[in-house]
């Protein structure tokens, strides 16, 4: 379900493999999965960027 829903995001922003972009949002995906905090309202969220715009990974500029 996660690698789904991750790959849709990538297509839908045209992020190809090997652009940064796909790494922000998959580490941010699995931060909130290893911190046991993964809800589909997360998931939702961390797709949109819009949990990038509110906390962005050390890092990362958003999404």
């Not at 589909?40 to 500029?61: K, T």
Request: no cysteine.
């Amino acid at each position: 379900m996660l690698t789904k829903a991750l790959d849709a995001r990538f297509r839908e922003l045209g992020l190809a493999d090997g652009d940064p972009g796909r790494e922000v949002l998959g580490r941010r995906v699995m931060d909130l999965f290893e911190s046991g905090q993964l809800s589909a309202e997360d998931l939702r969220l961390a797709l949109s960027g819009e949990i990038f715009n509110a906390n962005p990974p050390a890092g990362a500029s958003g999404l």
